[in-house]
């Protein structure tokens, strides 16, 4: 199975804040690669796939990068309806993983 | 619009059965993959089962190999997890999602709201 390790997995930051998350696979995925946002209560909503296309709709602050095994997801200036919990999913091979999760929360 | 709706979740007991259904509208559900994917309170996102298009493969995550089963009518735009010998660690909510046949890459871009399944005595 292929494991996908997140980190951090908790970050404090404030509105106007660079971010970074990183997502690493026990063995190579490709591009196979995607990421979620999760509000408390809610379905997860995609926002990057292929590790680096983003989904139609999200704000272009969101971006995504790497191939392989490393990967990250950046949201250029947090604002506030972007304090959520993220998560990477890989869909190269079954089973499908997800990373444990990485809550942003506001400084 | 694209919809997926969950339903038959509830309160069991250890050990009982449970049948949970997806009802999706909007798109055409032949071409996709679906998914069922599954959240325990205060956890991560667990993928739990998977079936092709037409049915003909189907794919289970090894905590529900052989408990749980999933299926889909494409004539009626349903798809289904029957979850036999419950366990009480598989309370949690649950969702459908959806995969465009050969786009995996894409990941999940639509998914239903959850329904909520709890195993307790």
């Known amino acids: 199975d292929i494991q996908l390790t997140q980190s951090p997995s908790f970050l404090s930051a404030s509105v106007g804040d660079r971010v970074t998350i990183t997502c690493r696979a026990s063995?190579?995925?490709?591009?196979?690669l995607v990421w979620y946002q999760q509000k408390p209560g809610k379905a997860p909503k995609l926002l990057i796939y292929?590790?680096?296309t983003l989904q139609s709709g999200v704000p272009s602050r969101f971006s995504g990068s790497g191939s392989g095994t490393e990967f990250t997801l950046t949201i250029s200036s947090l604002q506030p309806e972007d304090f959520a919990t993220y998560y990477c999913?890989?869909?190269?091979?079954?089973?499908?993983?997800f990373g444990g999760g990485t809550k942003v929360e506001i400084k | 619009q694209v919809q997926l709706v969950e339903s038959g979740g509830g309160v069991v007991q250890p050990g009982r059965s449970l049948r949970l259904s997806c009802a999706v509208s909007?798109?055409?559900?032949?071409?996709?993959?679906m998914y069922w994917v599954r959240q325990a309170p205060g956890k991560g996102l667990g993928w739990v089962a998977g079936i092709s298009y037409e049915g003909s493969n189907k794919y289970y995550a090894e905590s529900v190999e052989g408990r749980f089963a999933i299926s889909r009518d494409n004539s009626k735009n349903m798809l289904y997890l029957q979850m036999n010998s419950l366990r009480v660690e598989d309370t949690a909510v649950y969702y459908c999602?959806?995969?465009?046949?050969?786009?995996?890459?894409?990941?999940?871009?639509?998914w239903g709201q959850g329904t909520t399944v709890t195993v307790s005595s």
């Open positions: 292929a590790a680096s």
């Open positions: 999602a959806r995969v465009e046949v050969g786009y995996s890459s894409r990941g999940m871009d639509v």
């Open positions: 909007g798109f055409t559900f032949s071409g996709y993959t």
């Open positions: 063995q190579g995925i490709s591009s196979y």
């Open positions: 999913q890989q869909l190269n091979s079954y089973p499908l993983t």
